[in-house]
């Protein structure tokens, strides 16, 4: 059984830190590109980052270039986007996602990929 599971959002203050997880079962992430979305209440979803599972290769959307950091754990086939300096922006649910290809996943709008989490609010407030 597929499963791709977000965890570890949360309440933050502008400035913090989080760290979100998302971890997959059933599939294999190294086999896969992984990517990071959200969306904020009556937004579209904007793509955050992406991950080629099999030799790590990054990108990043301009509004987070800096500040987050995607890495992946092959061993506990689980990805991670490291979140610093959070602004009140940054605010959305948080969903990540997986394609086989780099193209679908992350240059096509809206993004094509075979598998999504159920996402991970976060909140950046005072």
């Known amino acids: 059984q597929v499963r791709f599971v977000e965890s570890g959002g949360g309440l933050v203050q502008p400035g913090g830190s989080l760290r979100l997880s998302c971890a997959a079962s059933?599939?294999?992430?190294?086999?896969?590109?992984i990517g990071w979305f959200r969306q904020a209440p009556g937004k579209a979803r904007e793509r955050i980052s992406c991950?080629?599972?099999?030799?790590?290769?990054?990108a990043y959307a301009d509004s987070v270039k800096g500040r987050f950091t995607i890495s992946r754990d092959n061993a506990k086939n689980t990805v991670y986007l490291q979140m610093n300096s959070l602004k009140p922006e940054d605010t959305a649910s948080y969903y990540c996602?997986?394609?086989?290809?780099?193209?679908?996943?992350?240059?096509?709008?809206?993004?094509?990929?075979?598998?999504w989490g159920q996402g991970t609010l976060v909140t950046v407030s005072e």
């Open positions: 996602a997986a394609d086989r290809k780099l193209y679908r996943l992350w240059y096509r709008s809206p993004p094509q990929t075979e598998y």
């Open positions: 059933g599939f294999t992430l190294e086999d896969y590109v």
């Open positions: 991950i080629v599972g099999s030799d790590g290769t990054t």
